[in-house]
């Protein structure tokens, strides 16, 4: 079965920093990786979709890269914002898709 | 364009009730999922769709049932509601299943059962 593991569970950083949050899984024979925002009360919208041939895909000031060989993704979060404050969900497909518990990140003003 | 729809938004039940919580998508999606969200456990899938007729476990199972007559509807039943199953229930679609195009989500049923 696929675990899917987030490091760190929380975040705290002050505005304007640049920031990372990891990703790891344990089987490597993935389609893809996705990244997922989460706000309180809310469902998941999806931030990013790297495929298992890529190794980076951006969108603005998100950047997502992807090492299949090491079971690990990372999103870099770009001269973070307050409105950025939200947690933060990998995923990887297979049999099901198996979700990491997420990263809850708070941007200080 | 609505995307997914969940209704209701919130429900308090008593142990033993049954309820369906219902899933709309107007994408034309074949592939439909439900998801329960527990805190400490992340995203857990209950039931899926392939398209209309066609529906499969998911990893808890257990207490809910599913029926997928329509491609855009995708009701989930609890047929006898415990505590256990307090949680916030998602539902979500994409074009094709096992994760390769990118899954959309509604905005989620938060279900208390007493």
């Known amino acids: 079965k696929q675990e899917v593991t987030q490091i760190p569970a929380a975040l705290s950083v002050p505005e304007g920093e640049n920031l990372v949050l990891n990703c790891s899984f344990t089987d490597s024979a993935i389609y893809n990786l996705q990244w997922f925002r989460q706000d309180p009360g809310k469902g998941l919208t999806s931030l990013l979709l790297i495929q298992s041939s890529q190794r980076e895909q951006t969108s603005g000031r998100l950047n997502a890269s992807l090492d299949k060989s090491s079971g690990r993704s990372t999103l870099y979060i770009a001269a973070s914002q307050p409105g950025d404050s939200a947690t933060y969900l990998c995923a990887v497909p297979g049999n099901q898709f198996y979700f990491g518990t997420g990263t809850s990140l708070t941007v200080i003003p | 364009n609505a995307g997914v729809t969940q209704t209701p938004k919130f429900q308090v039940l008593k142990t033993g009730q049954s309820m369906t919580l219902q899933c709309a998508q107007d994408m034309n999606h074949e592939y439909m999922s439900w998801y329960r969200q527990d805190p400490g456990m992340g995203l857990r899938l209950i039931h899926y769709?392939?398209?209309?007729?066609?529906?499969d476990q998911g990893e808890v199972p257990n207490g809910y049932n599913v029926s997928r007559s329509t491609t855009e509807d995708f009701p989930l039943r609890l047929l006898s509601a415990a505590p256990s199953q307090t949680s916030v229930y998602f539902c979500?679609?994409?074009?094709?299943?096992?994760?390769?195009?990118?899954?959309?989500f509604g905005p989620g049923t938060r279900l208390l059962v007493l």
């Open positions: 979500a679609s994409s074009y094709a299943p096992d994760g390769q195009e990118t899954q959309y």
């Open positions: 769709s392939v398209g209309a007729g066609i529906t």
